[in-house]
Nanobody
Framework: QVHLVESGGGLVQPGGSLRLSCAVS????????MGWYRQAPGKERELVAT???????NYADSVKGRFTIARDNAKKTVALQMNSLKPEDTAVYYC?????????WGKGTLVTVSS
């Protein structure tokens, strides 16, 4: 059974930082593409960042320069460091595992940016 478990969400003031983590179990990890996505209330789920097995990264324009994705293959985790947070970053953040045509999602962690 494959599990993706996100953690690290919470309430933060504008300009603050949070670090999300996603732990993967039940499947191989090092050859996968890992990603973070988010879904704000009333909006569609959108890509935030991805990282390949070779550690190539891709970011949404809205988070470039503020967010950093990283993976630890030994621990089978992927992290998202979020700095300079804005109210518009408020959303449920989801971790996604992709290996060829196989995709798994976590259940999400809520990030709220508000004063």
């Amino acid at each position: 059974q494959v599990h993706l478990v996100e953690s690290g969400g919470g309430l933060v003031q504008p300009g603050g930082s949070l670090r999300l983590s996603c732990a993967v179990s039940g499947t191989s990890f090092s050859d996968s593409v890992m990603g973070w996505y988010r879904q704000a209330p009333g909006k569609e789920r959108e890509l935030v960042a991805t990282i390949t097995s070779g550690r190539s990264t891709n970011y949404a324009d809205s988070v470039k320069g503020r967010f950093t994705i990283a993976r630890d293959n030994a621990k089978k985790t992927v992290a998202l460091q979020m700095n300079s947070l804005k109210p518009e970053d408020t959303a449920v953040y989801y971790c996604k595992y992709t290996y060829y045509t196989v995709n798994y999602w976590g259940k999400g962690t809520l990030v709220t940016v508000s004063s």
